[in-house]
């Protein structure tokens, strides 16, 4: 039996497999609101049978955004859309309901910036760009404006737009919601002494500069209700020697993590150093979550050029992780799940519509279903 497609809970939440669609910053928003795209992007996630689909990383406040085309939520026209969207991928898969998580996001200093496609870099706040925020007064590239460091007062207003974030998902029904502690955004520049230089209680030892991120969490959880999960994602090194933030920084992280409450830890790396050395292959950063495994005991997430059945269903066999959160595979191939169920001899539940797309040769693979059309 496939370990892959075992169920797993989260608190009151049931994943019926532990592949994880991943967040995925589609940069087709306007002013924060979901458009068509996203329905269609969205939707045809929904109908993967994945265990659960998060959606991309979600801004708490305009200036949060990465780029003018980022997902937000903090307008009531942001909640309306994103409404809407649920609405729409909600009604596509009636046979099997797939939990819908959000990313709660804040992209500080890497905030104004081009969309991918146009060269990603930072946008001049002469041609329609904004002043960034961060821990420190410390731009990511040596030539980018320099973000505005933020004082008590500005974090005490963040933290308010985190829970008021939360409350809104909540409201919008929701079924889990994943911090962004990751990709040198905003919580990982308070965790990094890289961008964090703060001589304040939030910057320094490991110990100050986890307290800003653990106090965000911390609020977060609060205001999410008890019966429903509450992830975290987080960079587990900075790949710069230059960084103390290394794994067992994480670790120690990732612990107070789940002491406040976290249900997950969603291992990545990188993304706050301009010059990080990251070995690219299958799995790169699998062994991040194998020691983030060992440090916790709740539910560790593998991410990161994670694209075979095979290679998946070894991660959970051996125990490496108790999920894999797929991204790109994804995008390449909306059916994944699928084609690793045929390949690892596992059952999904399909959409009906589809069923008549059953190979000959896999009978079952949908599980009971009846195909006899006119």
Known sequence: MSKLFNSISLRKLQLANRVVVSPMCQYSAIDGNAQPWHWVHLGQLAMSSAGMLMLEATAIEDIGRITPSCLGLYSNENA???????K?????????????????????RKGSSHEPWHGG???????GGWQAVAPSAI????????????????MDALKTKFVEAVKTADRLGLDAVEAHAAHGYLLHQFLSPLSNQRTDQ??????????????IFS???AAWPDDKPMGIRISASDWDKASSWDIEEACTFSRQCEEIGADWIDVSS????????????????????????????VPVMAVGLITEPDQAEKIISEDQADMVALARAFLYNPRWVWHAAATLGATVTAPRQYWRSEPHDLRGLYGETETGAR
């Open 88 to 108: 729409v991928i909600r009604g596509l898969n009636q046979d099997c309901h797939v939990p819908v998580c959000i990313q709660i996001a804040h992209a500080g």
């Open 219 to 221: 609020a977060m959880r």
């Open 80 to 86: 309306t859309a994103l409404e809407k969207t649920l």
């Open 202 to 215: 939030y910057g320094g030892s490991l110990h100050n500069r986890m307290r800003y991120p653990l106090e």
């Open 121 to 127: 870099q930072q946008i001049a706040l002469n041609q």
């Open 139 to 154: 731009p990511h590239l040596a030539e980018e404006h320099p973000p505005r460091a933020l004082s008590i007062s500005d």
């Open 270 to 297: 990188g993304g706050v150093s301009s010059n990080q050395k990251i070995v690219l292959g299958p799995g790169y950063q699998l062994h991040f979550a194998e020691a983030i495994k060992q440090a916790v005991n």
